[in-house]
């Protein structure tokens, strides 16, 4: 009943801004007009009450607008080897929906067989992302041009565009998918990366039992509440300044930190991209859902358990120049958490992961 | 032809306009219809006549009211001497101002917006509200540092929730006003992170001082133009005024610190000034 009602609004929204539209149009001769006048169907996010109350509107570019067509279209296209070299691997090779769309390896390799040197980063809730700084080193401005760089990248899926966008092309049923998407049968990489970047807007992530809980729809357990006390506690995890807190839910704060991994930065980072050394040794802060299903952790990977993150920044901190100062007592590793802290904040950590959204049945393979 | 459709015009419109006189009193006002006071009424304009204007409000940093500002470029290089002799620098330097008002003799003007300064974001060191303010003079200029207690609501505010500005619920909640944050050198000259975060105090359990600041700087101007106001902050303050601030012993955990929290509201009274007022 609440869907179709909200179907019903959604026509009327639809009706109402083709009206604004056309009348548009009509005294403005030069406004863009689609192709035979075909819009596609307007698709909203699907917001969760947790990024409703707390959060700004999500970042959908304009010239980008979800649709029924364009995320149907992305979804396909984001489960197609055909993107690759050699016809071997999709996006969903290494972005796995049951991982939280990341893989189980340290380091994963590309069609030919060459190992990467960064761990792969889940796709969730990246229209929140308002930094707008994509990857571990934040190298890409925007999820469209964000979804250019994986298919030529020689260490994943080696292709080229010409050769990818003629084989999408040359397809049974691409151009009649492009044609209902965009209102054009001519596939472009642009549009490819458009459609790519409609599908993984709709991957949100904000139902886990803590948000529950938060809502006042469901139950934790003492140690998870206590664990979150621990989180939130200066003196033990201070957690909260770089990971988020009930009330900023996207369990990020999306910037950039060195915490305290090595005493010899091999890998830069930020500052491969900004050339500044002040930025040596900085990654992009992960969110914290998911944790669960998201093995092994950090940049490149090096801790298989969350026991041995939360020993890291307990007592293994390592100085650097660039380490952040809420970094502390690094002369002894850390705070120093009591084993039974440990427990309760590793408790807390995976009372944000959702069952539900790696099983959703709208991000698994339609192909 | 036309002209002489005007001149009678103009004559018909002058014969008018004597009948007039005659029969009604002067009426003072401001008669430009484009202003914001027009007096349709008015037949004298007594120069009251008052515009809309825009203002935008310029957050400067400085160490010890120097010229040459504190800016992102200085991070993690340019070193500074506190009061005590500490050798320190700078990392992050966020703080929250809020209720800005410009005081008329007759009337107050309450720009709605906040301002989250980030001093690593540019786009955060000016603020230019949509909201305009009316020419003519000027009395003073005040605001508040932090949130106010009735402003300051845990949550409230979703692009402050989405910068993590959040203050912990059981530190009183609400949200930080200040983070400051870099390295200082100790008594041995190794380097030590601190966090200079200031907000809610907590003095014991469910018992909490807002601890914001409010401030209210005399300042005659006259706005005849679109107007840019600085706002000023010098850091040094912070370390100096009244309390010698020793980083040796306060430099983190300082959030669950009731009397770091005490001397930071203190040190912040002598933080702030109203720079220079441009049109």
């Known amino acids: ?367 | 032809m036309k002209k002489i459709g005007l001149l009678v015009m103009f004559a018909v419109f002058a014969i008018g306009c004597n009948s007039d006189d005659d029969s009604s009193a002067e009426i003072l006002g401001c008669m430009d219809p484009d202003s914001i006071n027009f007096n349709p009424e008015a037949n004298t304009d007594d120069g009251s006549c008052s515009y809309l204007k825009n203002v935008t409000f310029n957050f400067t940093q400085n160490w010890g009211g120097e010229d040459r500002p504190v800016t992102k470029i200085d991070f993690n290089s340019t070193t500074y001497e506190n009061e005590m002799g500490t050798t320190l620098t700078l990392s992050k330097l966020r703080y929250l101002i809020s209720k800005i008002q410009l005081h008329k003799s007759d009337t107050t003007i309450t720009i709605e917006n906040y301002q989250l300064v980030d001093l690593a974001m540019d786009s955060s060191l000016s603020l230019a509200p949509t909201q305009q303010i009316p020419t003519g003079d000027y009395t003073g200029i005040s605001f508040v540092y932090g949130f106010n207690e009735e402003d300051n609501i845990s949550g409230n505010y979703p692009d402050l929730n989405d910068a993590s500005w959040n203050w912990p619920a059981m530190l009183g909640g609400g949200y930080h006003f200040m983070q400051m944050e870099g390295s200082y050198n100790d008594e041995n000259g190794m380097p030590q992170p601190y966090a200079y975060h200031n907000g809610r105090a907590r003095l014991s359990m469910d018992n909490f001082v807002n601890n914001h600041l409010e401030f209210d700087f005399q300042r005659n101007f006259t706005v005849t133009d679109d107007t840019t106001i600085e706002i000023r902050m010098d850091i040094s303050e912070w370390y100096k005024n009244p309390n010698m601030w020793d980083l040796n012993q306060y430099n983190v955990d300082l959030m669950m610190n009731y009397d770091a929290q005490i001397l930071m509201h203190e040190n912040g009274a002598s933080v702030f000034s109203i720079g220079e007022i441009n049109q």
């Open chain 1, 1 to 367: 009943m609440q869907e179709r009602l909200r179907g019903n609004i959604y026509y009327f929204v639809l009706a109402f801004a083709f009206a604004i539209c056309s009348s548009c149009s009509s005294e403005d001769p030069g406004g863009e007009v689609m192709e035979e006048g075909y819009v596609p169907t307007p698709k909203p996010l699907n917001v969760p009450a947790i990024f409703q109350q707390y959060l700004p509107q999500p970042n959908i570019p304009e010239d980008n607008p979800q649709t029924v067509e364009g995320v149907a279209l992305g979804r396909k296209l984001f489960f197609d080897p055909m993107l690759s070299g050699d016809g071997t691997q999709s996006c969903a090779t290494c972005h796995q929906p049951q991982n939280a769309f990341t893989d189980l390896q340290q380091f994963s390799e590309g069609i030919d067989g060459i190992v990467g040197f960064r761990n792969v980063m889940p796709i969730y809730n990246l229209a929140w992302n308002t930094n707008a700084k994509f990857f571990w080193d934040g190298r890409a401005g925007d999820l469209e041009t964000q979804a250019l760089e994986p298919v030529t990248n020689p260490i994943e899926m080696h292709n080229t565009w010409p050769n990818a966008v003629a084989s999408l092309q040359s397809d049974a049923a691409y151009p009649e998918l492009f044609e209902q998407a965009f209102g054009t049968e001519t596939v472009t990489k642009e549009l490819v990366a458009k459609a790519i970047a409609q599908f993984e807007r709709t991957l949100i992530s904000g139902n886990s039992p803590f948000d529950k809980y938060l809502l006042g729809e469901g139950t934790l357990t003492e140690q998870e509440i206590n664990g979150f006390e621990i989180f939130m506690d200066e003196a033990r995890g201070d957690c909260f300044h770089c990971h988020g807190n009930e009330f900023s839910p996207l369990w990020t704060d999306n910037i950039f930190h060195n915490n305290g991994l090595d005493e010899i930065i091999t890998d830069k980072g930020l500052g491969n991209i900004t050339g500044d050394p002040r930025d040596d040794g900085l990654f992009k802060s992960p969110s914290l859902r998911n944790l669960a299903y998201t093995a092994p952790y950090m940049h490149d990977g090096r801790f298989e358990t969350l026991d041995e993150v939360i020993n890291h920044y307990s007592e293994g901190l390592v100085y650097s120049p660039t380490i952040d100062p809420l970094m502390k007592a690094i002369a002894q590793g850390g705070v120093q958490l009591t084993e039974s802290d440990k427990a309760d904040l590793k408790a807390f950590l995976l009372s944000l992961s959702e069952p539900a959204f790696v099983n959703n049945p709208d991000f698994q393979n339609p192909n």
